[in-house]
C-alpha cells in the first residue's frame, strides 16, 4: 500500500500513536530502531533523524558517525495490541534507508544494496524479481527465570494437530497478528521435528519481502514471549533432528508476464529461467556465507536431514539445491533450498538476485537437471554428473565469498569487507572455544 507523509501523519493522530520506530538492520541482519514520541513524528517523516552510525554493527568508525534514517512511507503500519501489548499506547513503524549527513545513499545499507541489484536487474528490462521465503523456526520453553531452553513442549511432526502441535495456540496468534499489518499469509503448519513451525506468507517484490522477513521475525519472537515460550531462527539448535531453513522461491517478470515460463521449452521453463538457475549454481559456493551466515548454519547443511549439501537442480528431488516446483505459467520459479533464517534478508536476496544477473549477462547454461536423490549417490556417482558440494564450515564459506568478484560487487566494498572481518571473527572465536563433546569426549580417555 502506498502512503505519503500527509496521509500517516493523519493516521498517527486519528489512531492516537504515541510512538512511531525507525526500524534498519545492521550488517548481520538484526533489526535495529531509534523511537520517537508525537513531537517529533514531522522530524522523523523528513527524513531528519540523525543516529550514531558507529553503535551499529559494520556501518561507519567514530570519526564518520553521523547518519540519517530516510523513511519509505510504503511500509508504514501500526502494530497490533497482541505484539505492544494492550495499555501502553500505540506504536507504528516505518523501514528506513540509511543516508550520508549530504542525502546521498549510504554504501553499507543492507537495504540499499538490495535496490542496487534490484536496478540492475530492470536495466536489462525486466519488471522485476518476486520472492517467496518459507522461514521455519522452533519454540521452547524458558527457565523460571525466563531463560530460554531447548526443551520444546510438543512431541509433534510434519502437519500434526493438537494436542500433539502444543504450539498452535501461539502460532495463530503469530498469524492473526501479522495479517492485522497487511500479511497475506498462504499457509501455517507443524514442521518436521518437535517444537518446529513455519508460516508462509505471499510472495512480492524483494524488497518488500525482505522487509516482511525482518517484521515477520520480530512479531514471531514477541507473540513467542507472550506465550511464555522462546522463538528462535537458529538453524540448528539441537542435534539429531531437523534443523530450520527458509527455502526462497524466485521468478522474473516482464511486460508484467512470468519470464521463466515458455510453454514450448522442455520443462516449460525458459531461456531465462536455465540462464537464472545456472547463474545461482554457479554462484553458490561463494552466495552461502550470505544466505546461511552463522557456523551453526553448516551443523544444518549436513546429509541426512533433508537439508541441501550439494550444488545441484532438479524439477522434482528436494534432495538438490534448486527444486523447480511443478506449478507453470504464473507461478513458474524456482525454489533455492539452503538459506536460512538468521541471514540479512536483504544481502541474501541481494546475492540471489545478482548470481541469477550473472547467469544472465553471460548467457550460462546449467547442467542437466538431477532426478535421483542426490544422497543416494556415490561420490563417484556425484563427480560423473559434475555434482559439486557446498562449504562445509562458515570458514569454507566466508573464503568463497571473498573470491568470487560477482558476490563482492553486489553487495559493495564496505559491506563486503565488514562482513568478512566480523565472520572470520565468529568463526576464530568458535574454533578456540573448548565444547562440551570434546570434553566428553576426550577428559577421561586422555
Given at each position: 500500500?502506498?502512503?505519503?507523509?500527509a496521509?500517516?501523519l493523519?493516521?498517527?493522530k486519528?489512531?492516537?500513536v504515541?510512538?512511531l520506530?525507525m526500524?534498519f538492520t545492521?550488517?548481520?541482519g538484526?533489526?535495529?530502531?531509534?523511537?520517537?514520541?508525537?513531537?517529533q513524528?514531522?522530524k522523523?517523516?523528513?527524513g531528519?533523524?540523525?543516529?550514531d552510525g558507529?553503535?551499529?554493527?559494520?556501518?561507519?568508525?567514530?570519526?564518520?558517525s553521523?547518519?540519517l534514517?530516510?523513511?519509505?512511507?510504503?511500509?508504514?503500519?501500526i502494530?497490533?495490541?497482541i505484539?505492544e501489548?494492550?495499555?501502553?499506547?500505540?506504536v507504528?513503524r516505518?523501514i528506513?534507508?540509511i543516508?550520508?549527513?549530504?542525502?546521498?545513499?549510504?554504501?553499507?545499507?543492507?537495504?540499499g544494496?538490495l535496490k542496487?541489484?534490484?536496478e540492475e536487474l530492470?536495466a536489462l528490462?525486466f519488471?522485476?524479481v518476486s520472492a517467496?521465503?518459507?522461514?521455519e523456526f522452533f519454540l521452547?520453553?524458558?527457565?523460571?527465570?525466563?531463560?530460554?531452553t531447548?526443551?520444546?513442549h510438543?512431541?509433534?511432526?510434519?502437519?500434526?494437530?493438537?494436542?500433539?502441535d502444543r504450539?498452535?495456540?501461539a502460532?495463530?496468534?503469530?498469524?492473526?497478528?501479522?495479517?492485522e499489518?497487511?500479511?497475506?499469509i498462504?499457509?501455517?503448519?507443524?514442521?518436521?521435528a518437535?517444537?518446529?513451525?513455519?508460516i508462509d506468507?505471499k510472495?512480492?517484490p524483494?524488497?518488500s519481502t525482505?522487509d516482511?522477513?525482518a517484521t515477520?521475525r520480530?512479531?514471531?519472537k514477541r507473540?513467542?514471549l507472550?506465550?511464555?515460550?522462546?522463538?528462535?531462527f537458529m538453524?540448528?539448535?539441537?542435534?539429531?533432528?531437523?534443523?530450520?531453513?527458509?527455502?526462497?522461491?524466485l521468478?522474473?517478470?516482464k511486460?508484467?508476464?512470468n519470464a521463466?515460463?515458455?510453454?514450448?521449452?522442455?520443462?516449460?521453463?525458459s531461456?531465462t529461467?536455465?540462464n537464472?538457475?545456472?547463474?545461482?549454481?554457479e554462484?553458490a559456493?561463494?552466495m552461502?556465507?550470505?544466505?546461511?551466515?552463522?557456523?551453526n548454519?553448516?551443523?544444518?547443511?549436513?546429509p541426512g536431514y533433508?537439508?541441501?549439501?550439494?550444488i545441484?537442480?532438479?524439477a522434482?528431488?528436494?534432495?538438490?539445491?534448486i527444486?523447480?516446483?511443478?506449478?507453470?505459467?504464473?507461478?513458474?520459479?524456482?525454489?533455492?533450498?539452503?538459506?536460512?533464517?538468521?541471514?540479512?534478508?536483504?544481502?541474501a536476496?541481494a546475492a540471489?538476485?545478482a548470481?541469477?544477473v550473472?547467469?544472465?549477462k553471460?548467457n550460462?547454461t546449467p547442467?542437466?537437471a538431477?532426478?535421483?536423490?542426490i544422497?543416494?549417490?556415490t561420490?563417484?556417482e556425484r563427480?560423473?554428473h559434475?555434482?559439486k558440494?557446498?562449504?562445509?564450515t562458515?570458514?569454507?564459506?566466508?573464503?568463497?565469498f571473498?573470491?568470487?568478484?560477482?558476490?563482492?560487487d553486489?553487495?559493495g566494498?564496505?559491506?563486503?569487507?565488514?562482513?568478512?572481518a566480523?565472520?572470520t571473527?565468529?568463526?576464530?572465536?568458535?574454533r578456540?572455544?573448548?565444547?562440551d563433546?570434546?570434553?566428553?569426549?576426550?577428559l577421561?580417555?586422555?
Open positions: 500500500m502506498s502512503y505519503s507523509r496521509e500517516i493523519k493516521t498517527l486519528s489512531e492516537n504515541t510512538f520506530r526500524q545492521d550488517i548481520l538484526h533489526n535495529k530502531n531509534i523511537e520517537v514520541p508525537a513531537s513524528f514531522e522523523a517523516l523528513d531528519e533523524l540523525m543516529f558507529s553503535s551499529v554493527q559494520g556501518f561507519t568508525r567514530i570519526e564518520e553521523d547518519m534514517l530516510k523513511p519509505d512511507y510504503d511500509t508504514f503500519l502494530f497490533p495490541d505484539v501489548g494492550e495499555g501502553r499506547g500505540k507504528a516505518l528506513c534507508d543516508a550520508n549527513p549530504d542525502g546521498s545513499p549510504f554504501e553499507g545499507d543492507p537495504r544494496a542496487r541489484q534490484i530492470e528490462g519488471d522485476g517467496g521465503p518459507e522461514p521452547f520453553t524458558r527457565h523460571a527465570d525466563g531463560t530460554p531447548v526443551d520444546t510438543d512431541a509433534a511432526g510434519y502437519f500434526d494437530l493438537a494436542p500433539l504450539g498452535e495456540d502460532r495463530r496468534d503469530m498469524v492473526n497478528a501479522l495479517v499489518m497487511g500479511f497475506e498462504e499457509a501455517a503448519h507443524h514442521e518436521v518437535p517444537g518446529q513451525h513455519e506468507f510472495y512480492g524483494a524488497v525482505a516482511n522477513i515477520f520480530y512479531v514471531v507473540i513467542a507472550n506465550h511464555g515460550l522462546h522463538a528462535t538453524p540448528k539448535p539441537v542435534a539429531g533432528i531437523n534443523g530450520s531453513g527458509m527455502h526462497t522461491h521468478s522474473l517478470f511486460g508484467g508476464k521463466f515460463y515458455d510453454e514450448k521449452a522442455d520443462m516449460q521453463l531461456h529461467a536455465l537464472f538457475i545456472a547463474g545461482l549454481l554462484h559456493s561463494g552461502v556465507a550470505i544466505t546461511n551466515p552463522t557456523v548454519s553448516f551443523k544444518r547443511l549436513t533433508e537439508a541441501p549439501t550439494n545441484a537442480w532438479s522434482s528431488n528436494r534432495s538438490a539445491m527444486r523447480i516446483p511443478a506449478r507453470r505459467g504464473v507461478g513458474t520459479r524456482c525454489e533455492l533450498r539452503m538459506p536460512d533464517p538468521t541471514c540479512n534478508p536483504y544481502l536476496l540471489m538476485v548470481a541469477g550473472d547467469g544472465i553471460r550460462l547442467a542437466p538431477i532426478q535421483r536423490n544422497f543416494d549417490m561420490f563417484r563427480r560423473r559434475k555434482i558440494e557446498l562449504p562445509g562458515l570458514q569454507g564459506a566466508v573464503q568463497q571473498s573470491k568470487d568478484r560477482v558476490m563482492v553486489a553487495l566494498s564496505h559491506i563486503s569487507e565488514h562482513f568478512i566480523a565472520k571473527e565468529e568463526f576464530e572465536a568458535y578456540i572455544e573448548v565444547h563433546w570434546e570434553l566428553d569426549q576426550y577421561t580417555e586422555y
